[in-house]
């Protein structure tokens, strides 16, 4: 499992260095190599192959980017690891498959990640979100999880945008703990085996224009500790 380690947008100088791209595999056979050289601010351009690795980033700023059919990149977690975690700093990823085995396929920790057009699956939940991190997901696919598509949990954030979240072993999003949130907007979540939004704990939400219909335990259950946390707007619900 590698690190990407923190550095300086500056050179040793102190002037500005140029945004680096590094291409994988062309100029670097494996992520977890082009993570190794990668500074803050710079870009992994990921081209078609089925990648088996778990990449681990603590405290970094970087792209990570699918080049090409997202569904020839694939991503895939080690073992019971995250296929991507994140603890601090700012990840933006974008174009890929990711499936893990384990607890969670991409694991965000007290940072802010970018979701983009993306198909994440397996694992226990698809993106699970602790200790106050942030995730913004748009135009993702969060499908057949063996619990949850997304857990917002801890005191975590997230915004989800046009995504869809099916065929998940209980709910679609769960949002848990106080100070947690979930703001859910044009979004379906459907023929999941539990429901398409729950929360309870203490756990905001503000759900709206969204699909929520074919649920086997309904659309929207909310906690008695949540009650009076959760706006609804206007839902497809049967």
């Not at 990711?98 to 007290?110: D, H, L, M, R």
């Amino acid at each position: 499992q590698k690190k990407a380690q923190p550095s300086s947008a500056m050179d040793t100088e102190g002037s500005a260095r140029e945004r680096q791209v590094l291409r994988v595999p062309s100029a670097y056979p494996t992520i977890s190599e082009a993570l190794e050289h990668a500074k803050n601010d710079d870009q992994i351009r990921v081209s078609a192959g089925h990648y088996k690795e778990s990449l681990n980033l603590q405290d970094v700023v970087l792209e990570l980017v699918g080049d090409g059919n997202m569904q020839s990149i694939l991503i895939q977690a080690v073992g019971e690891l995250p296929a991507l975690t994140q603890h601090k700093g700012f990840l933006r990823v974008s174009n890929l498959m990711i499936k893990a085995a384990g607890v969670a396929a991409v694991e965000v920790s007290a940072g802010r990640m970018v979701l983009e057009d993306c198909y994440v699956s397996g694992a226990d939940t698809g993106v699970s979100l602790l200790h106050g991190g942030e995730v913004t997901m748009r135009r993702s696919v969060l499908s057949r999880c063996r619990q949850h598509g997304v857990q917002v949990s801890g005191g975590s954030r997230a915004t989800i945008e046009s995504c869809s979240m099916f065929e998940n072993g209980s709910h679609g999003v769960v949002a848990l703990h106080a100070a947690s949130a979930l703001h859910l907007t044009r979004c379906m979540v459907s023929n999941n085996k539990g429901a398409a939004i729950a929360i309870d704990l203490g756990g905001e939400g503000v759900i709206e224009d969204n699909d929520l219909r074919n649920n086997k335990q309904g659309s929207c259950l909310v906690g008695a500790a949540s009650t009076n946390k959760v706006a609804l707007g206007s839902n497809l619900t049967t």
